[in-house]
């Protein structure tokens, strides 16, 4: 099946595609050790790899984004689907080739498959010194001594508390306009195709003053647009007694912050801060969001609402806890306060689990009536220990999955065509993020619903903001002209 079909995104230039890697850039202060981390998957995880080299610059590590100046290796793995697990076997098996010339250096398996596999890892790949699950990065460098003394280390212990609220994430990636902040950890939906809840445990809100400072400190480090990050930020909810939403929940703490008080806390930073998150859930998506969504500015227009099927059966086989009327009355909900300018993107999952060809066109007339801008798609690939792997067959022949698959990518890449030819003609405030990748003369931003737009670059620069009239687009990108060749110092949305 993996050799069949890889996971496809459709996103173009935006996103973060599924399987995508990305490596810490270089950090020179002069320690004595060298740190390469290599980070897949979710934008999580690569928020996760900036604490990691954080914790780590204060034990002697500067980063390099050389595999080859590395003491210290760490690949910070994903989970999902069964193809990124395959990817991180398929790149130990070229570090060990590495590390044969090179044998004092150290390599670690963080993230979600250090924890799925635990110490079956070190059984499996004989060149892993240390594993490190998503909630054990304090501990690094008391494990990174063990391996010192010449021990393998481990620790996959999930925290019911740990959000790593306290410490500044070293942002090395970046382009100096645009940032992630972390605002939650785990997920307690148990969705039955997902490992998710097993890998990253249960979930828990961060103190939202440190949420703030962040968000404050990055503006005052000239960044203009922070995302807040989580794998279901409508169930955020933090109490100063209580952060774990299972336990706060059971005490009936009565007086918390939920998620549109946090948006409208991190909002109320600066005028000239925009806001955004990911990702949202269609069962647990308040109007109250929607209500500080359309009452701030600079929050920006633009959801990400995975739907995963569009048949109700599957959805409930799925335990995603909506059905498809429920899904399309939410997308209403939607437009009716936010308007038809407000982006929308899905995850959507073909082949579950017994789905028939009824309930794939199902799927398929529910991109018709939604018209989403682009969306991640996937066949459903079984994860070991899931409820979906202990009660149902995953009995979808994969060439079936793998043409269903097709055709929703199809239609996708001609609504996300229909969708950006819509807003020709239109105006839209857009926050530079840097030069176009195709050409040195044009800038390219993101306009609030989230698409990108590229514009001549005149005497614009980084993180202005500025107003673009469409011309014409692509399926991935708006491309426009300036309006008064001045740069706006206020968001006009
Ligand atoms: N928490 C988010 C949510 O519920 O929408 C998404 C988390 S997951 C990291 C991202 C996407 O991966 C999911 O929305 C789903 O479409 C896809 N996914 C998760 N498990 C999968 C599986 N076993 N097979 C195929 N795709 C999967
Ligand atoms: Fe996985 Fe569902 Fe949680 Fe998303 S909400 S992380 S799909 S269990």
Avoid at 46 to 51: G, Q, R, Y
Avoid at 178 to 190: E, L, V
Avoid at 339 to 345: A, I
């Amino acid at each position: 099946m993996q050799d069949l079909i890889g996971d496809i995104d459709v996103l173009g230039e935006t996103g973060t595609p599924a399987d995508q890697l990305r490596v810490l850039a270089d950090q020179n202060t002069g320690k004595a050790r060298k740190l390469y981390i290599e980070s897949y998957g979710c934008q999580m995880n690569f928020s996760d790899s900036e604490i990691v080299a954080s914790i780590l610059q204060k034990e002697g590590f500067d980063t390099t984004s050389d595999i080859n100046q590395a003491d210290l290796v760490f690949l910070n793995t994903c989970s999902i689907r069964d193809k990124a697990e395959q990817t991180v076997r398929n790149r130990l098996t070229q570090i060990n080739g590495l590390k044969k010339g090179k044998p004092e250096m150290l390599v670690g398996v963080l993230g979600c498959m250090a924890e799925r596999l635990k110490t079956k890892l070190l059984e499996e790949e004989n060149i892993v010194d240390l594993v490190a699950g998503p909630d054990a990065y304090r501990d690094l460098p008391q494990l990174i001594a063990q391996v010192d003394d010449g021990e393998r280390a481990v620790n996959t212990f999930l925290s019911r508390e740990e959000t790593y609220g306290d410490i500044t994430p070293v942002r090395l990636n970046t382009n100096g306009v645009t940032a992630f902040i972390s605002i939650m950890r785990g997920c307690d939906n148990m969705c039955s195709f997902c490992v998710v809840p097993f890998t990253r445990g249960r979930e828990r809100s961060r103190n939202p003053h440190s949420i703030v400072n962040e968000a404050k400190d990055l503006f005052d480090k000239g960044y203009r647009e922070v995302t807040l990050l989580g794998q279901n930020v409508d169930s955020y909810k933090w109490s100063e007694e209580e952060n774990n939403k299972a336990w706060l929940e059971k005490k009936g703490v009565g007086s918390y912050i939920n998620f549109a008080g946090l948006l409208e806390m991190v909002a109320n930073v600066n005028a000239d801060l925009r806001v955004r998150f990911s990702t949202s859930h269609p069962k647990d998506i308040t109007d109250e969001v929607l209500h500080t969504m359309a009452m701030h500015e600079n929050i920006c227009k633009y959801i990400h609402l995975p739907v995963q099927s569009g048949n109700s059966r599957i959805l409930e086989l799925m335990n995603r806890g909506y059905s498809r009327e429920w899904y399309l009355k939410r997308i209403a909900k939607i437009r009716e306060i936010l308007g038809d300018d407000c982006g929308l993107s899905s995850d959507m999952i073909t082949g579950f689990c017994s789905e028939t060809e009824e309930e794939h066109a199902e799927t398929l007339s529910l991109m018709d009536k939604v018209i989403f801008d682009y969306a991640y798609m996937f066949f459903y690939s079984e994860r070991p220990g899931t409820p979906a792997a202990k009660q149902f067959k995953d009995d979808i022949d994969p060439e079936v999955k793998t043409r269903r698959l097709q055709e929703i990518i199809k239609k996708q890449r001609a609504h996300s065509l229909l969708s950006n030819q819509r807003d020709i003609g239109k105006e839209f405030n857009v926050l530079v993020e840097g030069t176009s990748k195709k050409s040195g003369e044009f800038l390219q931003g993101r306009n609030s619903a989230n698409k990108v737009v590229v514009f001549p670059k005149e005497n614009f620069k980084k993180g202005d903001y500025v107003s673009v009239i469409i011309d014409s687009c692509t399926s991935a990108t708006l491309i426009g002209t300036t309006i008064d060749g001045t740069a706006k110092s206020k968001i006009i949305i």
